[in-house]
């Protein structure tokens, strides 16, 4: 014969039996404050909405790294699936109800993986934006490529002289540009300047993951 589940709530993930010692130890501490205690449980429960609505836009390696229940992590799936509108404002209502039973532990991992996503993002934007500096220097400046060769010794200089080259000979002759430029579009790139872009990253790329190689490598003693 089955037993009757205990009738209960959830408070911050965690099972409260209505009768038990937490539920009396609960109330006693809500009572007087029972307006200010709905609000800020209306609080609680709006972030965790939308901390599961976060998630729909988590990478999956950052999504798997956080330990979450397999009912919750086919509710995200099946939300990302869903596209009727109505039909997916009820999917995140689920997964809002399964991120309230989530632990402190859980909640914790799941905001820093969301942060870890973000302050990726930012730092593959500002790599981004340094490469493009860069390559427009190297074309529109004669000093700019004694400089880049300075702080990149590493680079393949044949190859980002023959790229700077060709990259200002298209831009010089190029009449698409000027007539695109005029008519307010955007003007194709030469192959040259995309190809000078590939390398200018690539190679700020490399020096990075190097320095930080370095910098995580452990001190040993110097072997004679």
Request: aromatic share 4%.
């Given at each position: ?5 205990k ?5 911050r ?9 937490m ?11 029972h307006?200010?205690?709905?609000t ?15 998630l729909?836009?988590l ?8 330990g ?15 596209s009727?509108f109505e039909?997916?404002r009820?999917?995140m ?7 309230r ?10 905001r ?14 500002l ?8 390559r427009?220097r ?25 790229l700077?080259?060709?990259?200002r000979?298209d ?14 579009l ?5 192959r040259a300047?995309?190809e000078?872009?590939?390398?200018v990253?690539?190679?700020l790329?490399g020096?990075?993951?190097?320095a930080?190689e ?7 003693d110097?072997?004679?």
């Amino acid at each position: 014969m089955s037993r009757k589940p205990k009738k209960g709530y959830f408070v911050r993930g965690q099972f409260v039996a209505e009768g038990s010692e937490m539920d009396i130890a609960l109330k006693a501490e809500l009572k007087g404050t029972h307006d200010a205690s709905r609000t800020d449980m209306k609080r609680e429960s709006d972030e965790l909405q939308d901390l599961g609505k976060a998630l729909l836009t988590l990478r999956a390696d950052l999504l798997s790294g956080i330990g979450l229940p397999d009912k919750l992590l086919g509710a995200l799936i099946e939300a990302k699936r869903i596209s009727n509108f109505e039909g997916k404002r009820r999917q995140m209502q689920f997964v809002g109800k399964l991120m309230r039973k989530l632990t402190p532990q859980q909640v914790l991992d799941t905001r820093a993986a969301l942060e870890t996503q973000r302050s990726g993002s930012a730092h593959e934007k500002l790599a981004l934006h340094l490469a493009e500096q860069w390559r427009d220097r190297l074309i529109g400046e004669d000093a700019a490529q004694a400089e880049w060769i300075a702080h990149h010794p590493g680079s393949d200089i044949q190859q980002l002289r023959a790229l700077i080259r060709q990259a200002r000979k298209d831009a010089a002759s190029t009449h698409e540009a000027a007539v695109a430029e005029s008519q307010g579009l955007a003007p194709r790139k030469s192959r040259a300047f995309r190809e000078l872009f590939a390398l200018v990253r690539a190679q700020l790329s490399g020096d990075a993951a190097a320095a930080e190689e370095a910098a995580q490598a452990p001190e040993g003693d110097d072997e004679h």
